[in-house]
């Protein structure tokens, strides 16, 4: 009879550990933070706002965005949109855009087509549906690194401007 109980009991830890480790590995090398477009002021790249969208399963808490070769910025912000347009810094005048500290925000994951499109039918404005980096440097911005939290694990995604390097 003890044999049995110490086998389930063993069988149970064992089915614990195998989950709790699948689960550690599937944050450690998921990648939720993305990003499909850019805008850039003048067309220059010393000024842009980079789209990120959160396509993972909970909250992304931004810590730290640096660029280049791991260089500091000069200036940069957190842009949310209550509209289905992309930020676009302080390019376009939108009102329905507020603009906050890094990390004063979470980036929410992503809604589905038809969550955006009834929160633009019902005029929305409080429920985020696209965020965006506003970056200015006295430098072309070349990549941009963003360090952020994604279930308590840090993790740093690198997007690619298309800013060509001095030669």
Do not use: C, W
């Not at 067309?43 to 399963?57: F, Q, S, T």
């Amino acid at each position: 009879m003890n044999k049995r109980k110490l086998s389930i009991k063993l069988s149970l830890l064992t089915i614990a550990l195998v989950t709790i480790l699948s689960g550690y590995l599937y944050v450690a090398y998921s990648d939720p933070l993305k990003s499909y477009g850019i805008y850039f002021y003048n067309d220059e790249h010393k000024h842009i706002v980079l789209e990120v969208i959160n396509e993972g399963y909970t909250d992304v808490k931004l810590i730290e965005v640096r660029i280049n070769e791991n260089e500091k910025l000069v200036y940069s912000n957190l842009g949310i949109s209550y509209t289905g347009r992309m930020v676009s810094g302080d390019i376009e005048d939108d009102n329905l855009t507020t603009y906050v500290e890094l990390t004063s925000e979470p980036i929410k994951p992503r809604l589905s087509t038809e969550e955006m499109s009834e929160l633009i039918e019902n005029g929305n404005k409080t429920i985020p549906i696209r965020y965006g980096l506003q970056i200015k440097n006295s430098t072309d911005v070349k990549t941009v690194y963003i360090k952020f939290k994604y279930f308590g694990v840090t993790k740093v995604a690198s997007f690619n401007t298309g800013a060509k390097n001095d030669q």
